[in-house]
């Protein structure tokens, strides 16, 4: 990497680069802000405002920390961000997470209950956009986690800028920014931020994946090469999603209950096509889903060869019933599981 290169990685952002941040969601009615005070998501604050301020209007900018109750500098953390919110003239909230905390999977728990609590205030107060302060660096690690799971495409296509949930869009206009350019920003800014030491536990994967980072570098599998990775798969995915929507429509099949497709064309299509029309199928009529890709996989591999062999064949999976005869696969509800039935 040049010095030039070096240097821009490293730089505050700039007022002039704010519209290409947040003007995608100029006609929002609300932005709810998530902010944890850490300097990812107090620069999230920071450069919102500025944003709203450079235009004159916009949408009402609403900020939320969730205190989690897993330190005990916490709750103080969290007045830090509603005085620093309180400056900048926009209103802010805290959400506790109540109730017993689990002594495994502390991470994944308090992220869900961190989107729950989220979710219900963007109810509450009628925002339709949700806004996290995702990086570049945070994208390469979903990347390199991901790929220890082995996941599929749509897994690899790692974080998405933009995604629908229920009743708001989840925003993360940072995606493409390194942190260091964010951590810059602060510090320019003279800005205060939190630090959450178990952001450098190595007994949570996160921090252990961070410090594979600069061995990885190292190599040339850096940050920015992963999130291109990802935005190139994400790509892919889309348009994948796209024809197996194409390919499911013109092998549909006419039946009063659930999805049906004409058996011999669903078998003449690509793999990777026939997958996402099945586990597309099963994730709608079924009730457990979504569905796990290994078991759709799996699911598929059974259809096909009963299908070579000539063969019916009827299956569970996710609250689904699959069904396959010489001319047609059926999927269905499935009907309420009898005690000891395990499905696939």
Do not use: C
Not at 68 to 74: I, K, Q
Not at 206 to 211: G, S
Not at 297 to 312: K, Q
Request: no cysteine; aromatic share 4%.
């Amino acid at each position: 990497m040049s010095k030039s290169a070096s240097a821009a990685e490293q730089a505050p952002v700039a007022d002039k680069e704010l519209s290409a941040l947040f003007d995608d969601f100029s006609k929002s009615r609300k932005l709810l802000l998530a902010v944890s005070g850490g300097p990812d998501s107090t620069v999230l604050l920071l450069l919102a405002a500025r944003w709203r301020q450079q235009r004159g209007a916009g949408p009402l900018l609403i900020a939320a920390t969730v205190d989690h109750g897993l330190r005990a500098a916490s709750k103080k953390e969290a007045q830090a961000v509603a005085k620093f919110a309180a400056k900048l003239g926009v209103p802010h909230r805290i959400l506790e997470w109540k109730g017993k905390k689990p002594k495994t999977g502390v991470p994944e728990a308090a992220r869900d209950a961190r989107y729950v609590l989220l979710a219900g205030l963007a109810k509450e107060m009628g925002a339709d956009v949700l806004m996290t302060a995702h990086t570049r660096d945070d994208q390469a690690e979903t990347i390199l986690h991901r790929i220890g799971r082995g996941s599929g495409i749509s897994g690899l296509g790692g974080i998405r800028r933009m995604s629908k949930r229920d009743g708001y869009v989840l925003a993360r206009p940072f995606l493409d920014l390194p942190k260091a350019r964010l951590v810059a920003t602060l510090k320019k800014a003279r800005v205060a931020f939190a630090d959450d030491p178990t952001n450098r536990d190595p007994k949570f994967l996160r921090p252990r994946l961070r410090k594979l980072a600069p061995v990885l570098a190292k190599e040339g599998i850096d940050a920015a090469k992963l999130a291109l990775m990802a935005k190139r798969l994400a790509r892919a995915d889309t348009a994948l999603d796209v024809l197996a929507g194409e390919a499911a429509f013109a092998l549909r099949q006419d039946r009063e209950n659930g999805k049906s497709f004409e058996a011999r064309g669903y078998f003449l299509m690509p793999e990777e096509i026939s997958l996402r029309m099945l586990r597309s199928a099963i994730d709608e009529m079924g009730n457990e889903g979504p569905a796990e890709l290994a078991k759709v996989e799996s699911l598929f591999e059974a259809l096909a060869a009963a299908y070579r062999e000539g063969e019916p064949l009827k299956r569970t999976l996710a609250g689904a019933m699959v069904m396959l005869s010489d001319a047609v696969l059926i999927v269905a509800s499935a009907p309420p599981r009898k005690s000891g039935r395990t499905p696939l």
